[in-house]
């Protein structure tokens, strides 16, 4: 039979089941109800197709339909059948279901098709549901619309977007959402975002596969389940790529990934094979990325609780800053020679800090809190420790706990510490602290201690070590071995060094102040440098060969050891002690002692 120009079929409680040919220039619409075409019925190449308000049209002839154009117009409207759909011209979906079945659950057998031949328009602000059937976009798809809105997947649903279309996210929604059954995108051509700058950006939620193009152009564009893909990735500036392989999961990106904006990675674990060169940042809140492909930018990189493993050269030079709040950013390039990078400032207050290259921070350095290691694990390193330095020198006044485990510190610049009671820097593995010539490290109060832990370290001091603040009766504590080639000021409070070693450098005491120190507990050591100033001396464990000039007005004390001054002793000050054999050996031009 030939259909006039539209047929209506209206009811809203009637199910027909219809055959037959459908010919003629016209437009089909199912209105209300159930319309089932089954096994005889044809379709001519020129009619469109509409299913709106309640209409539920399927698709069974067991065989191929093409329409020429197609319109899902309500969010209850439903195409449905285990046909697949031959879509010739736009099909406009305004809401509804796209299904295998009536019941629109999970299909017993093979998911339909509809191929979407002459693109997609998806800009109507409703809700649309991919249950259980197989979408083709073969043109350009043109999403987006106001915010709630979504595109539901469920049973297994896939889009696929090959070779030569098209998809074009030009709002930040609809949300591409999954649910019972989940669901998953093959992209083989450009996957875009050209509009919507929300907060929240566009999300993509089913598993995301991409062999051809993805580009985010505007605002943010998040893909929070990445399978293994060789296709490329771009971002532009001001934009944000947001891509996660999901909790558990590991992919590989072996196409590049480039571009001016920000990428910010989350959970699982990537491995970034291909060529990485993103100018504008490298970010991550969860997860761990390893980075093993050409690396040419990287950006300022921020990690909040992601791992960032860079494990190829980085050409970038400087790479404009890293900054830590948890998780880590592990450096090492260099295998099997470390590589040294230079980074325009670091900022450490939780997480860590770690790799086998070489840091040069040519501005500030701040440390608050967390980790500098040579491994990420964090423990005694099984080659040579890695280095970091502090050339544009190191900010360490905030309130936290810092832990350098097997990694050398140079501070060539000024080192500003202080915090308040509680708070300690740890040592471990060996580490080395170095201040060198024309370098300063200013204690402005008490704290951090200066601790040791498991395997202990070290502090070379060749420029000036000084205490300018702090007067609490426990002082400041340096604990790992100090050997002075420079010069040691206290002018504040109590500075207590328990474990000095042989030393050549100057020790100065102001008025009313307190140099403590002792070689350690059976361990003897040579200060061929002057002691001089107007506050005390109190001398602790182990022996000490005062060799050097002793011009002491404050008093000399001692709790434990031995000290033997057999330099030029001129003052010495009140002498008092309380444990220690203070043995002077040279003659004493004080007169008389106090």
Known sequence: RRPPRSTLFPSPTLFRSVSGAFNGAGNVTVANGTVDFVSGTTFGNTLGWTV???????????????????????????????????????????????????????????????????????????????????????????????????????????????????????????TLYITTGGGSFNNGGLFEKTGGTSGNGTQVQPTFTNTGSVQANSGILYFPTVATSTGSWSVGSGDTLEIAAGSGNTATLSGGIAG?????????????????NITGATQGNGGTVNFTGTTTNVGAITATGVGLNFMSAIGQNPIPGVTISSGYVNFSTGNPNPNTLNLSAVTLSNGELTGTDTLN????????????????????????????????????????YDYQYGRVLNNNGTVTIGNPN???????????????????????????ILYLTTGGGSFNNGGLFEKTGGTTTTGTQVYPTFTNTGSVQVNSGILYFPAVANSTGSWTVGANDTLQIGAGSSVTSTL????????????????????????????????????????????????????????FLSPIAQNPIP
Do not use: H, K, M
């Not at 329409?67 to 031959?86: C, F, I, R, Y």
């Not at 915010?147 to 090959?162: E, K, Q, R």
């Not at 580490?431 to 010539?437: D, G, K, M, R």
């Open 361 to 400: 921070v040519t501005g500030l350095f701040t440390w608050s809190g967390g980790y500098l290691c040579t491994n990420v694990a964090c423990n005694a390193p099984s080659g040579n420790l890695g280095i970091l330095n502090a050339n544009g020198g190191i900010n360490a006044t905030g309130n936290g």
């Open 52 to 174: 709106g308000n309640s209409g539920t049209a399927v698709f069974a002839t067991g065989s191929p339909d093409t329409l020429t154009s197609l319109t899902l117009a309500s969010s209850s409207a439903e195409l449905t059948g285990t046909d697949t759909v031959n879509v010739t011209g736009l099909f406009t979906w305004s809401g509804g279901y796209l299904c295998t079945n009536l019941a629109c659950n999970a299909p017993t057998g093979s998911l339909a098709i509809l191929n979407a031949n002459g693109g997609i328009n998806l800009t109507g602000n409703n809700y649309e549901y991919l249950y259980g059937r197989v979408l083709n976009n073969n043109g350009t798809a043109t999403i987006g619309n106001t915010n709630g809105y979504y595109i539901y997947l469920a049973y297994a649903s896939v889009i696929n977007n090959p070779a030569g279309s098209t998809w074009n996210y030009t709002n930040d929604y609809p």
């Open 260 to 276: 001016a904006g920000t990428v910010y990675f989350t959970t699982g674990t990537f491995n970034v094979t291909g060529p990485y």
């Open 422 to 448: 509680g708070y300690y820097w740890y040592l471990a593995y060996g580490s080395v602290i170095n201040n060198p010539a024309g370098s300063t490290w200013n204690y402005t109060n008490d704290y951090p």
């Open 528 to 583: 061929s440098g002057g002691i001089t100033g107007a506050g005390a001396v109190n001398f602790a464990a182990g022996t000490l060969n005062i060799t050097g000039p002793y011009n002491i007005t404050g008093g000399t004390q001692g709790s434990a050891g031995v000290a033997n001054l057999t330099g030029t002793v001129t003052n010495v000050g009140p002498i008092s002690t309380s444990g220690t054999y203070l043995n």
